[in-house]
């Protein structure tokens, strides 16, 4: 069986989403299947069951079709680093902080350890799902890009397209892609999903004739909207969520970090109907909600001296208000932050919130972690991934919550615990029910508008 490259047609087109749904599918069907991606760019990542880290959407395709995750399923991982440099994570671990430049000049390195984790994971399964990143035919960019015309030259895969139609300019992007593609992948090419359609989708019904007539372009279905708040990749996919505010009785705020990081730790809040969430960026905002969280950042001093220099330092220091600070967010609750080895700056030392006594100071080896925790009398099935290290995993001070645990408010526990004392009324939810139940509705909604079948025989074929 051949192994399917998902390739966007632009940025945000829903890749990572239909990548998710396709293996979802397949895997239903009986395929022995896997998610993959070779080179993420993101600051949200996760622990697989071996160890490793890796972003979002791999780790949540995989969980989502009962497999264990592996750092085989996105072997390159790319955070923030300081200007022009980023943090480089090879195979689950973290390496090193590589400029831009550099990392560009030595990509040709990075292929093999590509063609180790696809190999590795086709040894298991019987299909890749390959998602791409950005478009696959940026020009300037085609010699180092590693997951989309590497990895379907190199394993031969078959490709589907996914054009965002409501950007507007869906015909040119398309037929561009493809005049682009190098000749050996177009005959790979099994079709094109059309994504996000809004409206009446009968209207677009010439559309599919102009493509498969005039262009001989199969179009494999036209995919409407439909918001999927789970497994947010980055800040871009973070913005899109949508939420319903009828029911909603508690106001949550959560400190939009120029550098934010691991914000799937609030979907399970998007989800919550008596949960009203926004992200905010000054103190005014601040002033209206009754819990103010500060997130995980992949850059804990910068994002330090953004919040004093927006003026939040009052707030957070009020014992009155409840906050729960998250990682990063934890980490600027002591007194200090030292970092001697530059982890994350050139600064070695630099005053936190002074919410928690002691200091916290970031090692060179980082702390990966995945287990159930037991947090403010609670159990917690979460995961750490952080350099800085405190004495304690979590604190608690008058109406002030902290811990490097993510995947905090999973625990139905945990919001029902510091939901009620905001206002007895509040009921909480199953949120790994949801979780299921929206996953289900996904895949089924991606079922009836795409021919899975179709797809199915096309990866059937040499």
Not at 35 to 59: L, M, R, T, W, Y
Not at 214 to 241: C, H, M
Request: charged fraction near 25%; glycine fraction near 6%; proline fraction near 3%.
């Amino acid at each position: 069986m051949r192994s399917l490259s998902v390739f966007g047609t632009s940025s945000d087109a829903g890749k990572s989403t239909l990548s998710f749904a396709l293996t979802y599918l397949l895997h239903s069907r009986g395929v022995k299947v896997a998610p993959f991606k070779a080179q993420n760019v993101s600051n949200n990542s996760h622990i697989c069951d071996d160890g490793g880290e890796i972003a979002i959407p791999q780790h949540f395709a995989a969980e989502a079709i009962g497999i264990a995750t592996s750092h085989f399923m996105n072997p390159i991982l790319i955070k923030s680093g300081s200007k022009n440099a980023a943090h480089l994570i090879i195979n689950g671990e973290a390496v090193a902080n590589v400029e831009l430049h550099e990392y560009f000049k030595n990509i040709n390195s990075l292929k093999p350890h590509v063609k180790k984790a696809f190999k590795k994971l086709s040894k298991e399964y019987e299909c890749i799902v390959a998602e791409g990143a950005g478009s696959p035919v940026e020009l300037n960019l085609m010699d180092k890009d590693l997951s989309n015309i590497f990895v379907a030259q190199e394993f031969d895969t078959k490709i589907i397209l996914v054009a965002d139609i409501e950007r507007g300019g869906v015909f040119a992007s398309i037929v561009g892609v493809l005049a682009l593609l190098p000749k050996s992948l177009k005959k790979n090419v099994i079709g094109v999903i059309i994504n996000k359609f809004q409206g009446d989708i009968t209207l677009f019904d010439d559309g599919i004739t102009i493509l498969e007539e005039r262009f001989g372009i199969k179009v494999l279905g036209v995919v409407p909207f439909k918001p999927f708040n789970l497994g947010f990749e980055d800040a871009q996919s973070l913005l899109n969520y949508s939420q319903n505010h009828s029911k909603a009785i508690i106001k949550v705020g959560v400190i939009k970090l120029p550098h934010i990081s691991n914000f799937t730790d609030f979907e399970p809040l998007i989800a919550d109907e008596e949960i009203e969430l926004s992200f905010i960026t000054n103190p005014s905002e601040a002033l209206h909600v009754s819990l103010l969280i500060i997130p995980g950042t992949k850059r804990v001093v910068e994002d330090l001296m953004w919040l004093k220099e927006m003026g939040f330092e009052e707030i957070l220091q009020s014992k009155k208000r409840t906050i729960v600070a998250i990682c990063g967010g934890y980490e600027m609750m002591y007194e200090r932050i030292l970092d001697p080895y530059h982890i994350e700056s050139e600064i070695q030392e630099i005053q936190g919130f002074a919410r928690f006594e002691g200091d916290v100071i970031f090692k060179e080896k980082k702390v990966l972690k995945k287990e159930n925790y037991e947090l403010f009398d609670c159990n917690v099935q979460g995961y750490e991934i952080h350099n800085g290290v405190a004495k304690k995993s979590a604190k608690k001070h008058k109406n002030l919550y902290g811990t490097f645990v993510h995947g905090f408010f999973d625990s139905d526990e945990i919001r029902l615990k510091l939901f009620s004392k905001i206002d007895p009324a509040y009921k909480g939810y199953d949120f790994a029910k949801y979780k299921r139940q929206k996953i289900e509705e996904f895949a089924l909604h991606v079922e009836q508008n795409v021919d899975i079948d179709f797809i199915h025989k096309a990866l059937l074929k040499d």
